[in-house]
């Protein structure tokens, strides 16, 4: 059997190739870059570990622990410290904590009387009924009310997709939301209804999933799936042309050529613009916009994947003194809404995460600058990044002095968003992979943007293509 080829070493990609190769499926992993694992980068120095992407993987479905166990990594798997488990939203200009369950919002300063009385009227708002795609500050304002946007809503939003939520589509970006109103009428309605139906299937709200490290960082999981790859893994390999043939795809890198028996695309969605593909001429010709006829083939229209907004964010990672931050960092970190006019998106006490994240009396701090809020920002230099962030610390945490360690990371296109109008491009990759036989598409721009999302994506994917490829 010729390989299936995987563009992209990413979660989902490695992923998708370590399960393949389980089901005995050849594959080969092509990677542009020279090291694998895309966002996911652990750097150990001066006795800190920092994290320039996520911090930790939210175990939502239950194949996310089966990968753990299969890659033989239980025993370096770390969950959250149990004080890690607070959670702060910025109000009043400092981080006032989350109350731990449904019922403590009532007592908390974080809303208003009349926010909480939006929350005590929501299930009585009818649901939508027209159809029409709403953003999700539309669906927050029409649900709850404009407090409840400007104070949650969009600090969350931050947090996930460094996105804005007058722009993100609730039916793309929070389906379970637009869900749990079609099927319940009311989101408070649906999550005490709609917890049983997760528990039926194994999976775990977001916002209650376990979430998990290594001893090392989350790279220690992408390095585990390349080792386990092996020959199978090719790195600074470009890939420049995508042909189909009679009973596969031909793949053209910068080292040469080769023959799969499909193509299973995980990379970013705006590199697929930049690919020349070619399909087979069928007996009945893909019209135009989804293909062009051009010599003895038709030329595949990616073009309308550039139109796929990611925008740029960089992770500033900082240790301080102990003796030098104000506030306890007990917690897992601290989500900032637009309106209290801070630079940052928001921070995770990384150091109080998991053990050995930084030395003793040290406190490590990861921040995240630009996005959809401020992307100007993010391709700052370093120290002028380090600088703006301590300048909102020292407001926020109560930090004095300067860093004693310091690592910045940009991700000029960082996260997808799943912007009003996403679907047609979700549509695109239906379409495509109807017609374009043994083309297949997945990870973080079609099924999720959160690391968990990807596994998932990349273990269903393979499971699809290697039950086609047994059956044919």
């Known amino acids: 059997m010729k390989p299936v080829a995987i563009i992209g070493a990413g979660i989902t990609g490695l992923t998708a190739a370590f399960y393949l190769k389980r089901r005995g499926v050849p594959v080969a992993v092509y990677e542009a870059g020279a090291r694998a694992g895309g966002v996911i980068q652990s750097i150990r120095k001066d006795g800190f570990l920092a994290e320039a992407g996520p911090n930790t993987i939210l175990e939502t479905s239950p194949k996310i622990a089966q990968l753990i166990r299969d890659a033989g990594l239980e025993s370096r798997k770390l969950a959250t410290e149990p004080k890690a488990e607070a959670r702060y939203v910025?109000?009043?200009?400092?981080?006032?904590?989350?109350?731990?369950?449904?019922?403590?919002?009532?007592?908390?300063?974080?809303?208003?009387?009349?926010?909480?009385?939006?929350?005590?009227?929501?299930?009585?708002?009818?649901?939508?009924?027209?159809?029409?795609?709403?953003?999700?500050?539309?669906?927050?304002?029409?649900?709850?009310?404009?407090?409840?946007?400007?104070?949650m809503i969009d600090a969350l939003v931050a947090g996930i997709y460094a996105g804005d939520p007058h722009k993100l589509s609730v039916q793309h970006a929070f389906p379970r939301l637009a869900e749990l109103e079609a099927r319940y009428g009311s989101l408070i309605k649906?999550?005490?209804?709609?917890?049983?139906?997760?528990?039926?299937?194994?999976?775990?709200?977001?916002?209650r999933a376990p979430k998990f490290s290594f001893d090392e960082g989350l790279q220690v999981l992408p390095d585990t799936l390349a080792a386990q790859l092996g020959d199978s893994l090719n790195l600074n390999t470009p890939v420049k042309k995508l042909t189909q043939t009679g009973d596969g795809w031909r793949v053209a890198t910068s080292i040469g050529e080769a023959e799969h028996s499909a193509l299973i695309y995980c990379g970013a969605a705006h590199k697929l613009a930049e690919l020349q593909t070619t399909?087979?001429?069928?007996?009945?010709?893909?019209?135009?916009?989804?293909?062009?006829?051009?010599?003895?083939?038709?030329?595949?229209?990616?073009?309308?994947?550039?139109?796929?907004?990611?925008?740029?964010?960089?992770?500033?990672?900082l240790g301080f003194r102990r003796d030098d931050v104000a506030h306890s960092c007990q917690g897992y970190g601290m989500l900032?809404?637009?309106?209290?006019?801070?630079?940052?998106?928001?921070?995770?006490?990384?150091?109080?995460?998991?053990?050995?994240?930084?030395?003793?009396?040290r406190v490590l701090l990861t921040s995240y600058v630009g996005g959809e809020r401020?992307?100007?920002?993010?391709?700052?230099?370093?120290?002028?990044?380090?600088?703006?962030?301590?300048?909102?610390?020292?407001?926020?945490?109560?930090?004095?002095?300067?860093?004693?360690?310091?690592h910045c990371a940009l991700y000029p296109k960082a996260i997808p968003q799943y912007n009003l109008g996403y679907g047609k491009f979700k549509d695109r990759m239906n379409e495509i992979e109807t017609k374009a036989r043994g083309l297949f598409f997945a990870g973080h721009y079609r099924d999720g943007v959160s690391l968990g999302d990807s596994i998932v994506s990349g273990w269903n994917i393979a499971e699809r293509v290697g039950q086609i490829l047994s059956a044919a």
Do not use: W
């Open 336 to 361: 900032i809404p637009k309106i209290e006019g801070f630079k940052i998106l928001g921070t995770i006490f990384s150091s109080a995460l998991f053990p050995n994240r930084a030395p003793a009396g």
């Open 90 to 151: 910025v109000r009043y200009r400092r981080p006032i904590a989350m109350p731990s369950s449904q019922l403590g919002i009532f007592t908390s300063e974080l809303l208003s009387a009349n926010a909480k009385f939006a929350l005590l009227r929501e299930p009585f708002v009818p649901r939508r009924r027209d159809g029409r795609e709403e953003s999700i500050a539309e669906f927050v304002v029409r649900r709850l009310n404009r407090e409840f946007l400007d104070q």
């Open 190 to 207: 649906g999550q005490i209804f709609g917890a049983r139906e997760r528990k039926r299937r194994g999976e775990i709200s977001k916002d």
């Open 279 to 317: 399909l087979i001429r069928p007996s009945a010709t893909l019209s135009h916009p989804m293909g062009e006829e051009r010599g003895e083939g038709i030329s595949l229209n990616l073009t309308a994947f550039s139109e796929i907004r990611y925008p740029p964010v960089a992770s500033v990672v």
């Open 374 to 406: 401020y992307p100007e920002l993010a391709s700052l230099p370093p120290e002028k990044l380090a600088g703006l962030v301590c300048d909102d610390l020292r407001v926020l945490l109560g930090v004095k002095g300067q860093p004693v360690f310091q």
